[in-house]
């Protein structure tokens, strides 16, 4: 079995991503790991360079700063890696995500132990959001998501986040997907806040909300959407944590409930308390 994995990234450090500790947390169980770096306006590339492993593989892209449709660059950046991969399976992981160390043995063996059962195309993973401090996680995003596709099937990501798979040239479908075993760390919204603020400035054009500064600091929440992390953090992202974390959240008390977050409060609900997971999967889960 070989196994690639890849990502894209541009302005990596300007905008406080542990991405160095990201590639490094999957490095053990990967035979290759391709990187799509955009021209950036830091010293992002030195740094991917500097990463001592000869299975890096850095492809140097320009970004296309015309696309400002629904963050469809993003997409592009994240094929031109995905497509350069050379394995059985292509294990994607975002500048702000990682794997913990002691689940790397979990993920290898459930790609080995799904590697000739054509049915399975993908692994999907639990999440771990941690927000506005790395003690405590916020559970309105996404529960659950594919990160390893099959290298051998027509997939494509119409999306940074997800993958379809084509049967037939003019017509998509989520993949089919079991479960790694364990779970992904997202560390995105626990970057300290003028990261989330510049990040705001840099990427809205790709949106096409260029100009506008959406986020003001962590604050604004629904508090119900908080709550504790009781687990381990990799090891490989402590350094990350003790120097680059957000540690002053502070719920700001005047922020109004919106009908989206009622609804979701309705959604915890019924998960907590009956084990009904209503929230929207980027994949069918395989009959195995």
């Not at 053990?28 to 021209?39: M, R, T």
């Not at 929440?221 to 002053?248: M, Q, S, V, Y």
């Not at 409930?257 to 609900?269: C, G, S």
């Amino acid at each position: 079995m070989r196994v690639s994995g890849f990502t894209f990234i541009k302005n990596g450090q300007m905008l406080g991503y542990p991405f160095v500790a990201s590639i490094k947390s999957i490095l053990p169980i990967l035979d290759e790991f391709v990187i799509a770096v955009g021209q950036s306006d830091d010293n992002t590339l030195e740094i991917v360079k500097s990463i001592d492993s000869t299975k890096i593989k850095i492809i140097e892209t320009q970004w296309n700063e015309k696309m400002h449709d629904r963050g469809f660059v993003y997409a592009q950046q994240k094929m031109i890696a995905q497509y350069n991969c050379t394995g059985d399976w292509a294990f994607y992981l975002e500048g702000d995500e990682l794997v913990h160390e002691k689940d790397l043995d979990t993920i290898y063996n459930s790609m080995q132990m799904h590697l000739d059962n054509k049915q399975v195309e993908a692994l999907y993973f639990n999440y771990h959001h941690f927000y506005g401090r790395p003690e405590q996680v916020f559970i309105s995003g996404y529960k659950t998501a594919p990160r390893i596709i099959r290298n051998t099937i027509r997939s494509y990501s119409p999306d940074g986040l997800f993958f379809v798979v084509m049967d037939k040239n003019k017509k998509g479908r989520y993949p089919f997907a079991a479960y790694a075993g364990c779970s992904i760390y997202h560390y995105g919204h626990v970057r300290k806040t003028n990261y989330n603020q510049i990040k705001e400035r840099q990427v809205s054009k790709y949106w096409g909300v260029a100009n506008q500064a959406l986020f003001i600091d962590y604050g604004n929440i629904d508090i119900a959407e908080i709550r504790p992390f009781d687990g381990t953090h990799p090891t490989i992202i402590k350094e990350w944590l003790a120097n680059e974390a957000e540690r002053n959240f502070a719920h700001n008390p005047k922020y109004k409930i919106t009908l989206k977050d009622r609804k979701h409060r309705i959604r915890f609900w019924l998960f907590e308390n009956l084990g009904i997971d209503i929230s929207h999967k980027h994949y069918i889960k395989a009959k195995i």
